[in-house]
């Protein structure tokens, strides 16, 4: 606490991320990272961008990116923002298109940045809560609103809904932003990119931290009818004109581009995370039905917190969230087969 | 224009920045940028940052990085905020700090992205005149306000405010925060973080961007108090806990920390400085004292948009701003010595 913060500061609710220890000690399963490498040619691109050419500034426009994710989801340039992670991107977002007179609509069990956006921009919010399977119920978002937001998949549960349900909120709100945050999307749900052509207030936010395993690299993007970018834009040219490095901007664009790199990875994940909720389901979890990178899991007959801590001890760190509904759950980041196998080979010991 | 946008985007009056032609035809005297590499150390270290690690998040705090800034400044890492570029910085600086019930002061001429933060936070803004000369009056900054903020050396007038007029202007305001936005310190002014002992409502921000030769690296720093920083850190962290990329912790941390580059980099431009101020004026141009590395001069017979835009179509690029009071101006970037050769027989050729 300070004088000389402004009575925002003061009211701030930072958002707390998931434990980064700085040495290489841990098995890490609590911040959702890919634990395949990124494309081989993102990392050539990025170092042959680290030369002598960073005295200049970047491509204000990042044009080149942008164009790779247009060509990506067959947009048009002019559909694709792009920001310093998806973070920053639904920052803007949430002053730009989502800061408006009658309250924003989000689950209650959703990403825990969400409700800072709201503190840093003074924006009223309506936290809706799931039901009791944590699925979203379409017909709470048919209710008066001033813009909605959820992750498709959802976080920390992992659900997906379907193309159909986004349709219908849509429907239901057309005079609205709706945004589906598609963090997770790459991992077996539907992406909404088909319906930006008929919905103009549809807003669709990824990030290359997870499926294009560049979370160190800080790029996310998002997609819609140009109108709500040029929005996103006139906030990014009041706050930072160039957002993306040298680096960044030749990464992602390589990344993007290699398409083979990134599926063969997303498989990969796809099928360690079946194997995963099979066997937490046989040791006696409840497992919520994942379309993630990341399983969220009960233990029946155990301690959520004190397994977590347990884990912790033993070298395997996974998330623990210590709030309502939720404070039962492990969320549980997919690894590589052999760290799941440590995983479980741990999880028994402590389980037995 | 749409309807989904925000009050506040709609409001919003943006900033241009300067030209950034994605081709390599200009000789570029327009954006500030070092005319001279970074130091290879840090081309080496964001080489090595490129590497499979990039797929995991980098460290929220940067730590390394700050720690190399109060090393190279004598100050405790409490002290020392980091940000992807100064204008992060800033943002965050403005609504963290600067957004208060009284108006926020800064000079008429100056950096053109302080009203753009204000439209993007809703902050009450007073512009003070520069004197005549284009000198900031130390006494128009004894009235009550609600913080103050101003580059030093100014831009873009070149010109440096001595430390003791910093010190009136902190010790006139004890209750508000007084920023100095140092982007271009390093190339003959003298730096206020002595100052940041005695005042703790000093905020001192700088870049890597202008004396490093990294602007495509994007990575800007603020210094103060550590409850001053405690407050950027409140709300970086209702934005976007990873600001920096892996790439940019390693690079930006291995160029302050190789003192030599930096100072002979700053040397050269500070000789090339002097020169161009005396061929300019010896070819009829009235030129501010400058202590940056761009010189703020004034064709005195001819008309200043008019040799911007000639210029140009000889592939030279300088800065014209459309401004009251510095329409006459050019800004323009120190280049290297053969650069700047170019520019002088150019400039002949057209004012012959």
Redesign the interface.
């Known amino acids: 606490m300070?004088?000389?913060?402004?009575?925002?500061?003061h009211e701030?609710?930072?958002?707390?991320?998931g434990e980064?220890p700085?040495n290489q000690q841990y098995i890490?399963l609590n911040?959702n990272?890919?634990?395949?490498?990124?494309s081989p040619k993102?990392?050539e691109a990025?170092?042959a961008?680290?030369?002598?050419?960073?005295?200049?500034?970047?491509?204000?426009h990042a044009?080149s990116l942008k164009q790779a994710i247009a060509d990506f989801y067959d947009l048009d340039i002019e559909q694709v923002f792009v920001g310093?992670?998806s973070?920053?991107v639904l920052?803007h977002t949430f002053?730009?298109?989502?800061?408006?007179d009658k309250p924003l609509f989000f689950p209650d069990i959703s990403y825990g940045f969400y409700p800072?956006?709201c503190?840093?921009?003074n924006i009223e919010a309506t936290k809706i809560p799931l039901a009791d399977d944590f699925t979203i119920r379409v017909e709470d978002y048919e209710k008066e609103n001033g813009g909605i937001i959820f992750p498709n998949p959802n976080a920390p549960s992992g659900i997906a809904l379907s193309l159909e349900d986004i349709e219908k909120i849509l429907v239901a709100n057309p005079?609205?932003?709706v945004v589906i945050d598609e963090a997770y999307i790459d991992f077996g749900a539907d992406t909404a990119v088909p319906l930006i052509a008929k919905y103009?207030?549809l807003l669709i936010t990824q990030t290359f931290?997870k499926s294009r395993?560049?979370?160190?690299?800080?790029v996310g993007f998002a997609m819609g009818h140009a109108?709500?970018i040029?929005?996103l834009?006139?906030?990014?040219?009041?706050?930072?004109?160039?957002?993306?490095?040298?680096?960044?901007i030749a990464?992602a664009t390589a990344s993007i581009k290699d398409k083979a790199h990134f599926e063969s990875t997303c498989q990969k994940i796809i099928a360690t995370r079946e194997k995963t909720s099979t066997a937490l389901e046989a040791m006696d979890f409840t497992v919520l039905p994942s379309k993630t990178n990341f399983v969220f899991a009960k233990p029946k007959k155990a301690d959520a917190e004190k397994l977590y801590l347990d884990l912790k001890e033993q070298g395997i760190l996974v998330r623990y969230f210590s709030a309502p509904r939720i404070d039962g759950f492990l969320r549980i980041t997919i690894g590589t087969d052999d760290e799941m196998d440590v995983f479980f080979k741990t999880l028994a010991e402590l389980l037995d």
């Open positions: 300070s004088k000389f913060w402004s009575k925002r500061a701030l609710d930072p958002y707390t991320p980064q700085q890490k911040t990272e890919n634990p395949y490498p990124p993102a990392i990025m170092r961008a680290a030369d002598e050419s960073m005295r200049l500034y970047p491509d204000p044009k310093n992670s973070d920053e920052a002053v730009g298109l989502l800061k408006q800072a956006y503190g840093l921009y005079e609205v932003v103009p207030n931290s395993s560049l979370a160190g690299l800080r109108d709500l040029e929005g834009e006139r906030v990014k040219n009041s706050f930072n004109s160039y957002p993306l490095d040298r680096a960044a990464g």
